[in-house]
Structure formats: structure tokens, C-alpha cells
């Protein structure tokens, strides 16, 4: 009788083990199998539902904490994807469905989710250990150490990423950017171009090529790369903005306006640098154009939502006397052949009759004789008079420029009347040589004493009579 008790319990236990067996090598596997299934079809609730049943009944099976992580994953629950993804850590079992391979990757792309870079890179360097020769590992492994602010070390990473697969473009992108931020940008061109070449639709590469391509004066290929980031909703009105800088940099005012006017109409957050730079350099083009109303609204903009930006104030000081003198206005902003009868308005005002008139940059010269002398036959000796109109402050180089105009001229006596001030170089080269300087205070007070031509009947309306 207790041989048969004994006989009876090796039978059980027997029995139990191989009912363990055939569930953790069968049933169980089959289970872990249709999760997966299920994972795939993108059934992610029947997926969770059957994987939280197995663990129910094993806690320790790490292959079903590992598919129901990435079913919260699939499910846009990355919390509780990293609890069981810590779970399966603690465990320490891979294979399987749980290939320790993957398992680092997602624990590296859940730790960044959550801004843990230490404990994502520590994941990528695992499977770097693990297998040497992919080059996603490094390039995922450069990105945090240029996170981290270790952009050499980030270099390295990036290099061997493009060493091990020279057609990743990111790769490319990653290590060219480091390049155009350390101006290094002839190496940072050719990253940019090689991004471009495997990733064409890496508008950022259009970008920052682009940039590149600007500031070589390369103005027509930056033009079309600024185009093809436009594309790309992140990057559309700061490629627009650097439209219109290309344009303004060609002189091209008309075409600058239409791309900055793009750009400030789809800024959704008018204080941006983005926004306020668009409205900056559309402010210069209708300063160039002498448009100078036009030009202040915008600086006005500008100043409401950050003071300081620029030479904002500045430019809205100089303009000052746009506002409440109109003659000042109408030097400032009238056109080019109406600004040469001011400009001889002002002459005559100076008892002087302008001889020879003529467009100069920014500005009219004009050649100029006294009106009368005190000694009839007495030879009148010509004056030659620059008058400009631009907001900067008069250097040396232009007060010197008139005086070698003089020399050529034969002219002994010359007059530098512009809108602006003079730098103390310039007033100091002046004070040794014959020749007068004019600012714009004393403009001011010229013009006030100068009749007007009256432009009404310098410009008659179509259809009247004259």
C-alpha cells in the first residue's frame, strides 16, 4: 500500500510537469504568438487583453511584457510602455518574441520620449556592443551626445554611421549642421548636399544649403534651394524671409516685398524673430525705395512688440521730422526728378544758379554759380554741391570721394548736404579742405527758407490743359 501511494505521487508530479511543459512550450506560445498576430493587424486592445492574460499566469514571462509594452506603445501610452519595458530589464530573459536587440532600441526611444538622455544612450551603446556594424545605433548615439552638448564626440558618431552606411542621409544632415553651426561651411555644403542627394525631401538640407549658398553671394541657387524648404510648414515663412533677404541683397525690392509680405501674412506669432525680421527687411526696401511712410509703419510694428530689436529706435528717431515736417518729407521721399527741382530750389535759395544737374547714388550733384557778383566781368567760380538721402551716418569715404570729384572738376569749392549726420572722421577730414557740410539740422532750416517748385504743375493731370 505505500509503494502504491509513492507510485502514485511520481505519477502526479510527473503529470504536473509535463502539464507545465505543454503549456509553457505549446499553449503558451501559441497565445504569445496570436499577441503578435494581433500587434500587427493594429488589434491593439484585443492585442493588450490577451498579453495581460499570459502575465496573469506567468508574471515573469518577459516575451508578453515586452508585447504588451509595445502594444501601449502602439496605443499612445508611453508610461505604461516603459514600466513593462523595465519589467522585462528586471527579468534579464531575451529571445524569442522579445530580441534583446529591439528591446534596447525601444527602451532608448522611450527614454528620449521622456527626456532621459543618459539612460537612452546607454541603450544605444548596448546595441552598439551588440551589433557593431549598424549604423543606426550611431547615428541615434551621435544625436545625444549632441544633445548633451558634446559635439565632437557627437562628430565621431555621426562619421561612423556614414562609414558604415553612406546613404543614410540624417547621418549626413546631423554632421553638416554640426559643420554650418562650427563655420565650417564648405564641409557642412557637401553634408547638405549628400542629405539632399539620398533624402530629397529633407527640406531642412534646402535650408541650411540655402543659407550657405547666401552667404557666398550665390544668390540665384540659394533662391531656389529657400524655394524647396518652403515646403516644409516648420520652415515656410523663415524660408520666405530669407527670400526676401536674397532679393533685397539683388536690389530686387519689388520681388523682396511680395516674399516678406508671404512671410509676415503666415507668421501665426507676430513677436517671432521670424516675423519681426520680415518686417525689418520689408522696412528697408520701402526705405530704398523712398517710401519712407511705408517704412516707418513697419518700425513702428516692430517697436510695439519688442523695443529693442535692431536699430528699430534708431531709424524711428531719424524719421522724426517725417512726421511734422512736410518739406522734410517731400526731400526724403519724392522721386528722383522731382528731388533734382528741390534740390534746385535749395541751390537758388543759397543765392546760387545750378548750371549742370545730374543723378548721382543715394543723391543729385549739381554744379553751381553765384547769381551776381559785386565785380562785373569778374569770373564766377563754380561750386559743386552733392546732396544725398540716405539715413546713415556720412563717412570719411564719401566726404573724400567729393573732394577727388572737385579736383577732376577743377572745382574749388564743394557742399555735402544730406539727411543724416557725419562721423567725426568726416568732419575732421572737412575741416582741412574747402568744403561745407550740411547736416540734417541745418537741412532742416534750409528748407524752410526755400520756395517749393509746385509739383502740381510739374506733373499735370492726364486730360488737362497746360
Not at 561745407?436 to 537741412?443: A, C, G, P, V, Y
Given at each position: 500500500?505505500?509503494?502504491?501511494?509513492?507510485?502514485?505521487?511520481?505519477?502526479?508530479?510527473?503529470?504536473?510537469?509535463?502539464?507545465?511543459?505543454?503549456?509553457?512550450?505549446?499553449?503558451?506560445?501559441?497565445?504569445?504568438?496570436?499577441?503578435?498576430?494581433?500587434?500587427?493587424?493594429?488589434?491593439?486592445?484585443?492585442?493588450?487583453?490577451?498579453?495581460?492574460?499570459?502575465?496573469?499566469?506567468?508574471?515573469?514571462?518577459?516575451?508578453?511584457?515586452?508585447?504588451?509594452?509595445?502594444?501601449?506603445?502602439?496605443?499612445?501610452?508611453?508610461?505604461?510602455?516603459?514600466?513593462?519595458?523595465?519589467?522585462?530589464?528586471?527579468?534579464?530573459?531575451?529571445?524569442?518574441?522579445?530580441?534583446?536587440?529591439?528591446?534596447?532600441?525601444?527602451?532608448?526611444?522611450?527614454?528620449?520620449?521622456?527626456?532621459?538622455?543618459?539612460?537612452?544612450?546607454?541603450?544605444?551603446?548596448?546595441?552598439?556592443?551588440?551589433?557593431?556594424?549598424?549604423?543606426?545605433?550611431?547615428?541615434?548615439?551621435?544625436?545625444?551626445?549632441?544633445?548633451?552638448?558634446?559635439?565632437?564626440?557627437?562628430?565621431?558618431?555621426?562619421?561612423?554611421?556614414?562609414?558604415?552606411?553612406?546613404?543614410?542621409?540624417?547621418?549626413?544632415?546631423?554632421?553638416?549642421?554640426?559643420?554650418?553651426?562650427?563655420?565650417?561651411?564648405?564641409?557642412?555644403?557637401?553634408?547638405?548636399?549628400?542629405?539632399?542627394?539620398?533624402?530629397?525631401?529633407?527640406?531642412?538640407?534646402?535650408?541650411?544649403?540655402?543659407?550657405?549658398?547666401?552667404?557666398?553671394?550665390?544668390?540665384?541657387?540659394?533662391?531656389?534651394?529657400?524655394?524647396?524648404?518652403?515646403?516644409?510648414?516648420?520652415?515656410?515663412?523663415?524660408?520666405?524671409?530669407?527670400?526676401?533677404?536674397?532679393?533685397?541683397?539683388?536690389?530686387?525690392?519689388?520681388?523682396?516685398?511680395?516674399?516678406?509680405?508671404?512671410?509676415?501674412?503666415?507668421?501665426?506669432?507676430?513677436?517671432?524673430?521670424?516675423?519681426?525680421?520680415?518686417?525689418?527687411?520689408?522696412?528697408?526696401?520701402?526705405?530704398?525705395?523712398?517710401?519712407?511712410?511705408?517704412?516707418?509703419?513697419?518700425?513702428?510694428?516692430?517697436?510695439?512688440?519688442?523695443?529693442?530689436?535692431?536699430?528699430?529706435?534708431?531709424?524711428?528717431?531719424?524719421?522724426?521730422?517725417?512726421?511734422?515736417?512736410?518739406?522734410?518729407?517731400?526731400?526724403?521721399?519724392?522721386?528722383?526728378?522731382?528731388?533734382?527741382?528741390?534740390?534746385?530750389?535749395?541751390?537758388?535759395?543759397?543765392?546760387?544758379?545750378?548750371?549742370?544737374?545730374?543723378?548721382?547714388?543715394?543723391?543729385?550733384?549739381?554744379?553751381?554759380?553765384?547769381?551776381?557778383s559785386k565785380w562785373r566781368g569778374t569770373r564766377k567760380m563754380p561750386k559743386l554741391m552733392w546732396?544725398?538721402?540716405?539715413?546713415?551716418?556720412?563717412?570719411?569715404?564719401?566726404?573724400?570721394?567729393?573732394?577727388?570729384?572737385?579736383?577732376?572738376?577743377?572745382?574749388?569749392?564743394?557742399?555735402?548736404?544730406?539727411?543724416?549726420?557725419?562721423?567725426?572722421?568726416?568732419?575732421?577730414?572737412?575741416?582741412?579742405?574747402?568744403?561745407?557740410?550740411?547736416?540734417?539740422?541745418?537741412?532742416?532750416?534750409?528748407?524752410?527758407?526755400?520756395?517749393?517748385?509746385?509739383?502740381?504743375?510739374?506733373?499735370?493731370?492726364?486730360?488737362?490743359?497746360?
Open positions: 500500500m505505500p509503494l502504491l501511494i509513492v507510485l502514485i505521487l511520481i505519477v502526479g508530479i510527473v503529470l504536473g510537469l509535463i502539464t507545465v511543459f505543454i503549456y509553457k512550450t505549446i499553449l503558451n506560445p501559441g497565445k504569445l504568438s496570436t499577441v503578435d498576430l494581433l500587434l500587427k493587424q493594429g488589434k491593439i486592445t484585443a492585442a493588450t487583453k490577451l498579453a495581460k492574460q499570459i502575465i496573469s499566469k506567468d508574471s515573469r514571462n518577459a516575451e508578453a511584457h515586452f508585447l504588451l509594452g509595445l502594444a501601449y506603445i502602439a496605443d499612445n501610452k508611453p508610461q505604461l510602455a516603459l514600466v513593462e519595458m523595465k519589467t522585462v530589464n528586471n527579468i534579464g530573459n531575451f529571445g524569442g518574441y522579445c530580441p534583446e536587440a529591439k528591446f534596447r532600441s525601444k527602451m532608448g526611444e522611450l527614454y528620449e520620449t521622456f527626456d532621459q538622455p543618459d539612460e537612452a544612450l546607454k541603450e544605444y551603446l548596448l546595441l552598439i556592443r551588440q551589433q557593431p556594424a549598424e549604423a543606426e545605433h550611431y547615428l541615434k548615439a551621435g544625436n545625444l551626445f549632441e544633445k548633451r552638448n558634446k559635439a565632437p564626440k557627437a562628430v565621431q558618431y555621426y562619421r561612423k554611421a556614414i562609414q558604415l552606411n553612406p546613404r543614410l542621409g540624417q547621418a549626413h544632415f546631423k554632421l553638416g549642421y554640426i559643420l554650418y553651426r562650427g563655420k565650417k561651411h564648405l564641409e557642412a555644403k557637401e553634408e547638405f548636399e549628400k542629405t539632399i542627394q539620398y533624402e530629397p525631401g529633407n527640406y531642412a538640407a534646402h535650408f541650411y544649403l540655402a543659407k550657405i549658398l547666401k552667404e557666398g553671394h550665390e544668390y540665384i541657387p540659394a533662391l531656389l534651394s529657400f524655394e524647396k524648404a518652403t515646403r516644409d510648414p516648420e520652415l515656410k515663412v523663415k524660408a520666405l524671409v530669407e527670400r526676401g533677404g536674397c532679393y533685397l541683397q539683388m536690389k530686387s525690392f519689388d520681388k523682396a516685398i511680395i516674399e516678406l509680405e508671404r512671410a509676415i501674412k503666415l507668421a501665426t506669432n507676430p513677436a517671432s524673430p521670424e516675423a519681426l525680421y520680415a518686417r525689418y527687411f520689408l522696412a528697408i526696401c520701402h526705405e530704398q525705395e523712398r517710401n519712407i511712410e511705408k517704412a516707418i509703419e513697419q518700425w513702428e510694428i516692430i517697436y510695439s512688440k519688442k523695443p529693442g530689436f535692431r536699430d528699430v529706435a534708431e531709424k524711428l528717431s531719424q524719421y522724426q521730422e517725417l512726421r511734422t515736417d512736410d518739406r522734410v518729407k517731400d526731400y526724403l521721399t519724392a522721386s528722383e526728378d522731382d528731388f533734382q527741382e528741390i534740390c534746385k530750389a535749395i541751390t537758388q535759395s543759397q543765392k546760387l544758379s545750378a548750371t549742370d544737374v545730374s543723378s548721382i547714388k543715394n543723391g543729385c550733384q549739381i554744379i553751381a554759380v553765384e547769381n551776381s546732396f544725398l538721402r540716405i539715413p546713415e551716418i556720412i563717412n570719411e569715404s564719401t566726404v573724400r570721394s567729393l573732394h577727388e570729384k572737385m579736383k577732376a572738376l577743377s572745382i574749388t569749392r564743394g557742399y555735402l548736404i544730406v539727411s543724416s549726420t557725419f562721423s567725426r572722421k568726416a568732419i575732421e577730414y572737412a575741416e582741412s579742405r574747402p568744403i561745407d557740410l550740411i547736416n540734417k539740422d541745418k537741412l532742416q532750416e534750409i528748407l524752410k527758407t526755400t520756395d517749393f517748385p509746385d509739383f502740381s504743375k510739374l506733373h499735370p493731370k492726364k486730360g488737362s490743359k497746360t
